[in-house]
């Protein structure tokens, strides 16, 4: 997949953070770019920031939900007519010790972050054997790093590596590339962030975009399956 004009990209959770990010590295390199959120609106703005152009499709899309992403890459699909690249990026934290987390927020985070992937490739994973194509989970450093307060994300994130390991080796048969990203601190809205100066010390989510990119460009026979990204200098951390 090394020359990418004209492939065709669906990024869930592509609104905005790292999903944005990666869709503008994405349509600057000539590809189309579908991204999905749950709020149509919100995508719809997000899409006019990549240039609204025919290579963006705005979709809205909640991975909780498998028709959804079913019809997600169906549109895709009547638009362009293949789908070469996905990226499950869409998720969502919550921490707090173990014996204070609601139900609520461990099932939250259980649906989106670990079903939510496993929608997004049973959704596109005939396709992808059609184009021979690509797909990429965004999962994290916390999906091999424990910490305290972090008992649901970790599930989630260790959870999406041990899926993405083993889809991996059930896709490649077909042609099919499969790999992880895991970030470590990225400078998005996630748990109510507010990007600003204070975060230059982190991956900038327009640093994972390149990220995909290389991955893309990859020679064919070559698969980086699990990437692992940490910020360069930690230490420059402010406050």
Request: glycine content about 10%; overall charge positive.
């Amino acid at each position: 997949m090394q020359d990418l004009k004209g492939k065709v990209a669906y990024i869930t959770g592509g609104s905005k953070g790292i999903g944005f990010g990666v869709a503008k590295k994405l349509v600057a390199a000539g590809m189309k770019v579908a991204i999905s959120g749950r709020t149509l609106k919100t995508v719809e703005t997000a899409a006019q920031y990549l240039g609204g152009s025919e290579n963006v499709l705005a979709l809205q899309s909640d991975v909780v939900a498998l028709n959804d992403e079913k019809e997600a890459i169906q549109k895709i699909l009547n638009t362009w007519g293949q789908v070469d690249v996905v990226l499950a990026n869409a998720g969502v934290g919550h921490f707090a010790p173990v014996d204070e987390m609601s139900a609520t927020q461990w099932h939250q985070m259980i649906d989106t972050n670990l079903s939510g992937v496993f929608h997004t490739l049973k959704a596109s994973v005939q396709a992808l054997k059609k184009s021979k194509g690509y797909y990429i989970t965004l999962a994290s450093l916390a999906g091999t790093n424990f910490f305290a307060s972090g008992a649901g994300y970790n599930a989630t994130k260790f959870g999406v590596v041990g899926f993405t390991q083993a889809a991996m080796l059930d896709l490649r048969k077909y042609d099919v590339k499969v790999s992880t990203i895991m970030p470590g601190s990225v400078a998005t809205h996630f748990n109510d962030n507010d990007p600003s100066e204070k975060d230059a010390w982190k991956i900038q989510p327009e640093d994972i975009g390149e990220l995909v990119l290389d991955l893309l460009k990859m020679h064919p026979r070559t698969l980086p399956s699990k990437i692992e990204v940490r910020p360069t200098r930690p230490d420059k951390k402010m406050g």
